[in-house]
């Protein structure tokens, strides 16, 4: 029971730290890497207090070095995914009545731990298991997690505050429940940020929650559970599974308590998982609410009045970074004849300074993709771009994973516009650029809008204010994050809420109060302080 209206504090965004030589941000988070890399963990799942171990386990690889091992993990199987969730019912009850303050008080304590004593941690997790370079591995698995959990807190405390107007003699006032059931968090392996932010904005809003991480992330989401754990989460508020997720899924949405999926995945799981709701829609409680940020292809578009080195710089940027593997990257391009060459040019030397290696050597700007699926796919549309006559490798088209799943940054240039790798997700160090004429602009935008099933990302780069505007409004459903003059990656929370419609997902805005208020059921309260006691209006009085 509360006792005063709390103010939780200011939400700002946590600065990054630059891990220059010499810092000791660098060499606290190379020690890490070092204690991580040279040793094996045996990693659990966790239901309720148990952390559980059966044997069946898979190993933990490095991208950039899949021979080495660094750890196992456990798998579950249905009875055990059936327990998590009973677990999670169990633990329902006293989770949904505490105290909105303390469960602020366990995910703000997470953030603190988060940039104190478990940043080079949590960092060098994501180094070693996502392949992330030290900038991407801080500006994802710290800073924007931190910002997750210290902005939804504040969006939080935000909606509680809420309320409806009343008049004289009655008191009008809404609770925000937390929905009834658990709710279903699948999490991505690109975004440790993601990983932590799921489960826990609907966990801080009263849910329990049965998390699946990635397989290709599981090495850091225990990094995230020994967080929450520290910051005083209770047990099977958050219950933790691997194993087949067809199997788990199905277990999940068989459950009469099945309340809401919040994921971040495929385009296709996110439409199957859909599907089967619906299929199943005769079982549940109450309507489970749906929430899914999926695939992307997402664009650049420049106009000839635009900066050629700033264009080439976005694309650099926005298609390279962590190897294209971001759902924001940029995946095709649009360049007027008329600096075409100049932008292209720029692009390649960019990619030919690029350091290709590790994560722990820092100078590496480019590590490895995900896994070997992720290659091969990869460099089949590479060896298919050098055998078709309407592409051209203009610079990269190399791979090699005889030690790590290295694709060299590949710019192809294609006279097509709906050519394969303009139009299919890619998800990796791949960028397609199409060449228009000058006089085609409008045409042009209207390409860009009908070339895609997705709607997540896309940027217009101009020096007109009056085509800035025009592209504004015509690419307007293109894109759920639509950037001017910058790179179509790299949203803020607190800033740029992330999110996008078409076959992109839900556009629920994650790290907004949009997002928070998926996770709850409000219940209006009417009290009336002097209650009527005759049925009769005035109207019914005689003449």
Same mark, same amino acid.
């Given at each position: 029971?509360?006792?005063?209206?709390?103010?939780?504090?200011?939400?700002? #965004?946590?600065?990054?730290?630059? +891990?220059?030589?010499?810092?000791?941000?660098?060499?606290?988070?190379?020690?890490?890497?070092?204690?991580?890399?040279?040793?094996?963990?045996?990693?659990?799942?966790?239901?309720?207090?148990?952390?559980?171990?059966?044997?069946?386990?898979?190993?933990?690889?490095?991208?950039?070095?899949?021979?080495?091992?660094?750890? =196992?993990?456990?798998?579950?199987?249905?009875?055990?995914?059936?327990?998590?969730?009973?677990? #999670?019912?169990?633990?329902?009850?006293?989770?949904?009545? %505490?105290?909105?303050?303390?469960?602020?008080?366990?995910?703000? $304590?997470?953030?603190?731990?988060?940039?104190?004593?478990?940043?080079? *941690?949590?960092?060098?997790?994501?180094?070693?298991?996502?392949?992330?370079?030290?900038?991407?591995?801080?500006?994802?698995?710290?800073? !924007?997690?931190?910002?997750? %959990?210290?902005? #939804?807190?504040?969006?939080?405390?935000?909606?509680?505050?809420?309320?409806? *107007?009343?008049?004289?003699?009655?008191?009008?006032?809404?609770?925000?429940?937390?929905?009834? @059931?658990?709710?279903?968090?699948?999490?991505?392996?690109?975004?440790?940020?993601?990983?932590?932010?799921?489960?826990?904005?609907?966990?801080?809003?009263?849910?329990?929650?049965?998390? *699946?991480?990635?397989?290709?992330?599981?090495?850091?989401?225990?990094?995230?559970?020994?967080?929450?754990? !520290?910051?005083?989460?209770?047990?099977?508020?958050?219950?933790?599974?691997?194993?087949?997720?067809?199997?788990?899924?199905?277990?999940?949405?068989?459950?009469?308590?099945?309340?809401?999926?919040?994921?971040?995945?495929?385009?296709?799981?996110?439409?199957?998982?859909?599907?089967?709701?619906?299929? #199943?829609?005769?079982?549940?409680?109450?309507?489970?609410?749906?929430?899914?940020?999926?695939?992307?292809?997402?664009?650049?578009?420049?106009?000839?009045?635009?900066?050629?080195?700033?264009?080439?710089?976005?694309?650099?940027?926005?298609?390279?970074?962590?190897?294209?593997?971001?759902?924001?990257?940029?995946?095709?391009?649009?360049?007027?004849?008329?600096?075409?060459?100049?932008?292209?040019?720029?692009? =390649?030397?960019?990619?030919?300074?690029?350091?290709?290696?590790?994560?722990?050597?820092?100078?590496?700007?480019?590590?490895?993709?995900?896994?070997?699926?992720?290659?091969?796919?990869?460099?089949? +549309?590479?060896?298919?771009?050098?055998?078709?006559?309407?592409? !051209?490798?203009?610079?990269? /088209?190399?791979?090699?994973?005889?030690?790590?799943?290295?694709?060299?940054?590949?710019?192809?240039?294609?006279?097509?516009?709906?050519?394969?790798?303009?139009?299919?997700?890619?998800?990796?160090?791949?960028?397609?650029?199409?060449?228009?004429?000058?006089?085609?602009?409008? !045409?042009?935008?209207?390409?860009?809008?009908?070339?895609?099933?997705?709607?997540?990302?896309?940027?217009?780069?101009?020096?007109?204010?009056?085509?800035?505007?025009?592209?504004?409004?015509?690419?307007?459903?293109?894109?759920?994050?639509?950037?001017?003059?910058? $790179?179509?990656? @790299?949203?803020?929370?607190?800033?740029?809420?992330?999110? /996008?419609?078409?076959?992109?997902?839900?556009?629920? $805005?994650?790290?907004?109060?949009?997002?928070?208020?998926?996770?709850?059921?409000?219940? %209006?309260?009417?009290?009336?302080?002097?209650?009527?006691?005759?049925?009769?209006?005035?109207?019914?009085?005689?003449?």
């Amino acid at each position: 029971m509360g006792k005063g209206f709390f103010h939780v504090p200011k939400a700002v #965004n946590e600065p990054v730290k630059s +891990y220059a030589p010499g810092s000791p941000e660098r060499a606290a988070v190379l020690e890490q890497y070092d204690q991580y890399f040279n040793s094996t963990v045996d990693i659990p799942m966790y239901i309720g207090s148990e952390e559980v171990r059966t044997g069946n386990t898979q190993p933990l690889s490095p991208p950039h070095d899949h021979q080495h091992i660094v750890g =196992k993990y456990h798998l579950a199987d249905k009875s055990l995914v059936s327990k998590a969730i009973a677990n #999670n019912l169990e633990a329902r009850g006293k989770w949904a009545a %505490l105290s909105w303050e303390q469960r602020a008080a366990v995910f703000l $304590k997470a953030a603190e731990l988060i940039a104190g004593p478990y940043r080079a *941690k949590i960092n060098a997790a994501t180094m070693i298991a996502q392949s992330k370079n030290i900038h991407q591995a801080e500006i994802d698995s710290a800073c !924007e997690l931190i910002d997750f %959990l210290n902005f #939804n807190i504040e969006f939080m405390s935000n909606i509680y505050q809420d309320q409806p *107007k009343s008049e004289s003699g009655i008191w009008n006032r809404v609770e925000y429940r937390p929905l009834e @059931g658990f709710v279903y968090a699948v999490t991505p392996f690109n975004f440790t940020a993601i990983a932590g932010n799921l489960p826990a904005s609907a966990a801080m809003m009263g849910n329990v929650v049965l998390w *699946k991480p990635s397989d290709s992330q599981i090495y850091s989401a225990k990094v995230i559970v020994d967080i929450f754990k !520290e910051a005083g989460l209770p047990d099977g508020v958050i219950n933790v599974v691997y194993g087949d997720p067809q199997m788990i899924t199905d277990t999940v949405l068989s459950s009469p308590d099945f309340a809401g999926i919040h994921f971040t995945g495929s385009t296709s799981v996110f439409k199957s998982i859909w599907k089967n709701i619906g299929n #199943n829609i005769d079982i549940y409680k109450s309507y489970p609410r749906i929430v899914g940020e999926t695939g992307g292809k997402d664009f650049i578009i420049a106009h000839p009045s635009s900066n050629p080195k700033q264009v080439a710089t976005a694309i650099s940027r926005g298609a390279f970074e962590f190897q294209g593997q971001k759902c924001s990257a940029a995946s095709r391009v649009y360049l007027p004849e008329s600096i075409a060459s100049q932008v292209l040019d720029f692009v =390649k030397q960019d990619v030919e300074s690029f350091k290709i290696g590790a994560p722990n050597q820092m100078e590496n700007f480019i590590t490895a993709v995900i896994h070997e699926g992720s290659f091969d796919k990869l460099a089949s +549309y590479i060896d298919q771009a050098k055998e078709d006559a309407d592409a !051209e490798i203009f610079v990269g /088209g190399t791979y090699d994973k005889s030690k790590g799943y290295f694709i060299h940054p590949t710019v192809i240039v294609t006279t097509d516009p709906k050519y394969k790798t303009m139009t299919t997700e890619l998800f990796g160090p791949v960028v397609t650029v199409y060449v228009y004429k000058d006089d085609q602009w409008a !045409e042009t935008l209207n390409l860009v809008d009908t070339t895609s099933e997705y709607g997540l990302t896309g940027a217009v780069f101009s020096n007109d204010r009056y085509t800035i505007e025009e592209a504004t409004t015509a690419l307007q459903n293109s894109a759920g994050n639509f950037y001017i003059n910058d $790179k179509p990656t @790299g949203a803020v929370v607190g800033q740029q809420p992330f999110g /996008g419609a078409r076959a992109s997902g839900t556009n629920d $805005k994650a790290g907004s109060a949009q997002n928070l208020l998926r996770w709850v059921s409000p219940r %209006l309260i009417k009290e009336t302080f002097v209650t009527p006691v005759d049925y009769r209006y005035p109207f019914l009085g005689e003449s």
